[in-house]
């Protein structure tokens, strides 16, 4: 599986953004799919994930209720909605395929996408 994510850039504080993962291979329906993202200085953290069905969505606390996870199965892609973004949400940000477990371990990631948020 390869995966190419889109979608960042500069916007200020309050703005919105949307992502998108761009995923190949024909298994891609199967996989739970993720986003991360790494602030610098920082580890990487869990930002949402989405299971194969888009039926069940998980979020972190730091994102819920401005960040929504979706996927279109068809076009192979996660999207990732951030909305009131924040300074802090400034990071690298990495989709992730194949994802599972508790501590939301992952087989596949992509590239990331520079997101900043100016103040």
């Known amino acids: 599986v390869q995966l190419q994510a889109f979608g960042g850039g500069l916007v200020q504080a309050g703005g919105s953004l949307r992502l998108a993962c761009a995923a190949s291979g024909r298994t891609f329906r199967s996989y739970t799919m993720g986003w991360f993202r790494q602030a610098p200085g920082k580890e990487r953290e869990f930002v949402a994930a989405i299971r194969w069905s888009g039926g069940s969505t998980y979020s972190a606390d730091s994102v819920r209720g401005r960040f929504t996870i979706s996927r279109d199965n068809a076009k192979n892609t996660v999207y990732l909605q951030m909305n009131s973004l924040k300074p802090e949400d400034t990071a690298v940000y990495y989709c992730?395929?194949?994802?599972?477990?508790?501590?939301?371990?992952?087989?596949?990631w992509g590239q990331g996408t520079l997101v900043t948020v100016s103040s």
């Open positions: 992730a395929a194949d994802c599972y477990g508790t501590r939301m371990e992952c087989n596949y």
